[in-house]
């Protein structure tokens, strides 16, 4: 399995930008994902998590941040909306199998920077 994410960029705030991320080696539907972020000098955290029908996002980006899937080409995707300085952090793409407990499928990262 690999995931490539992409999309990081430096952005003021109150802009948008779009995160993707490019899967192979799986078969998207019967994973779910996650996009995580870190904070320089801190673990990584959970953003947004897409299990089947359901969604969670962590409540400093309800209603900023909204993930979607392409199944055809494996793509898992981050709209990021007004967002503000403190969103500042390298971004992760996660997978795990739907019978699997822990995401072990990670990408590289992407940086995201906001700019005030």
């Known amino acids: 399995v690999q995931l490539l994410e992409s999309g990081g960029v430096l952005v003021q705030a109150g802009g948008s930008l779009r995160l993707s991320c490019a899967a192979s080696?799986?078969?998207?539907?019967?994973?779910?994902w996650a996009w995580f972020r870190q904070f320089l000098g801190e673990e990584r955290k959970r953003v947004v998590l897409?299990?089947?029908?359901?969604?969670g996002y962590l409540d400093s980006v309800k209603g900023r941040f909204t993930i979607s899937g392409d199944n055809a080409n494996k793509s898992v995707y981050l709209q990021m909306n007004n967002v503000k300085p403190e969103d500042t952090a390298i971004y992760y793409c996660?997978?795990?199998?739907?019978?699997?407990?822990?995401?072990?499928?990670w990408g590289q990262g992407t940086q995201v920077t906001v700019s005030s």
């Open positions: 996660a997978a795990r199998p739907t019978g699997m407990k822990n995401f072990d499928n």
């Open positions: 080696g799986l078969t998207f539907s019967t994973y779910y």
């Open positions: 897409w299990r089947r029908g359901t969604v």
